[in-house]
């Protein structure tokens, strides 16, 4: 029941998205908190619409407006389940560092989603929902709380589809479908991928094309 309650007070606070998994032993850093809880907080299709009109400065600020606002809702809900008597950790950014060589994060939010359920990883690495394509941004909390755990999804839904393949610029995404067994290097060239973005990103220019013509974004605008 408190279970229950917590993803509906989650989901009033505004997450689109809300999943339980079993995260424990991933990351050493957070075994004594081995149960997580992923958020998904989808980009409105306006912002979407500064990438298409290629203005990414407003995009941006944007889209740092959205992940501030699923960092309150993170300390809210570790907050809620603290009430509760459990243990809890909002999985900030600030705690779940990125490791900067390899780009990924401790416990990566794409694991801890798609554990929970929520979607899986498109050829374009990125997390896809079936209801707003790779629109979203993921957050986390963490915690010791007994949870019901959603059903993992393990394969790549993405069937046919190369969209983000053709779109990309500098040919990082090959057309290998992921699985669960696959590592992110199985699937993109994610050094090609950053040092195009990390240059754009200096001139105040950016590059999400994956996210803006993913099939399901796509039909998520459309709708
Ligand atoms: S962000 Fe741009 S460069 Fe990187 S994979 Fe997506 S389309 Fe390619
Ligand atoms: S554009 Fe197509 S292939 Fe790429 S992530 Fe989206 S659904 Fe998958």
Known sequence: MAEYNLKQ???????????????????NNFSDLPNGISLVLKIPKKTIGYIIDENYEQYWRSVHQIMDELTKISFKGEEYIKILGYNALALTMNRNECDMKKLLSILPYKTIATKSGLGWIGR???????QYGSAVVLGAILTDM????????????????????????????????????????????????????????????????????CKFTLDYLNR
Do not use: H
């Open 124 to 130: 374009s690495a990125l997390f896809v929902t079936s």
């Open 146 to 213: 007994p949870l019901e755990f959603d059903k993992p999804v393990t394969d790549s839904m993405c069937n046919e589809c190369v969209n983000c393949q053709d779109a990309c610029p500098v040919d990082a995404i090959n057309s290998t479908k992921w699985n669960n067994k696959l590592n992110r290097n199985d699937i993109i060239d994610i050094k090609a991928c950053s040092e195009y973005v990390i240059d754009l990103y200096k001139k105040g220019l950016g590059c999400s094309k994956c996210m803006s013509e």
């Open 9 to 27: 007070y989650l989901k009033k606070l505004g997450v689109s998205k809300v999943g339980f998994a079993d995260v424990g032993g991933i990351a």
